[in-house]
């Protein structure tokens, strides 16, 4: 599948097949739920003071929750 660059908002695009393609060299369940991605977890609910946070990876046809904050 080829895919073009998509608008999303004025002076962005994105190459989805490019996005698409670095996502899949990472390994994401060794990325799952990580010291760091904790951490920024932790500092995201923090931040907003919020009891939860999510790190979640959007493709194509998913979206993976790769860290959290429970």
Known sequence: MTSSPTRIAAGWKVDEAARAAVIA??????????????KIADFAAALCGCPVSLISLVEETRQTFIARRL
């Open 25 to 38: 060299a990472y390994e994401l369940e060794a990325l799952r739920d990580t010291a760091a991605l904790r």
